[in-house]
């Protein structure tokens, strides 16, 4: 059983980066996808940015050239990097990947981001 293990969150004032990291308990060049998800309250999940392998990673349309995804595979941990943080980037964000052969998503247990001045 795969375990992803978010961390970085926190609070921050409007304009500031935060850089979350999610631990893989296993390799991570077995995920065909990895990715960042937030959500907050009162609002649905919403797909924040995906690396799928062999092709550049997407982002959703908010957070385009302010946030910034990317693997180091000798330390099996994804990293989202955030920039010109604003107060509605405020969410958990959560951590996904997906395994092909199992079929299986996994997911971290999420970690807060507050921007507010």
């Known amino acids: 059983q795969v375990q992803l293990v978010e961390s970085g969150g926190g609070l921050v004032q409007p304009g500031g980066s935060l850089r979350l990291s999610c631990a893989s308990s296993g390799s991570i060049s077995v995920f065909t996808r990895m990715g960042w998800y937030r959500q907050a309250p009162g609002r649905q999940r919403e797909r924040v940015a995906i690396s799928t392998t062999g092709a550049r990673s997407t982002y959703a349309d908010s957070v385009k050239d302010r946030f910034f995804n990317s693997r180091d595979s000798a330390k099996n941990t994804l990293y989202l990097q955030m920039n010109r943080l604003k107060p509605e980037d405020t969410a958990v964000y959560y951590c996904?990947?997906?395994?092909?052969?199992?079929?299986?998503?996994?997911w971290g247990q999420g970690t807060q981001v507050t921007v507010t001045s």
């Open positions: 996904t990947a997906t395994h092909p052969t199992l079929n299986v998503d996994y």
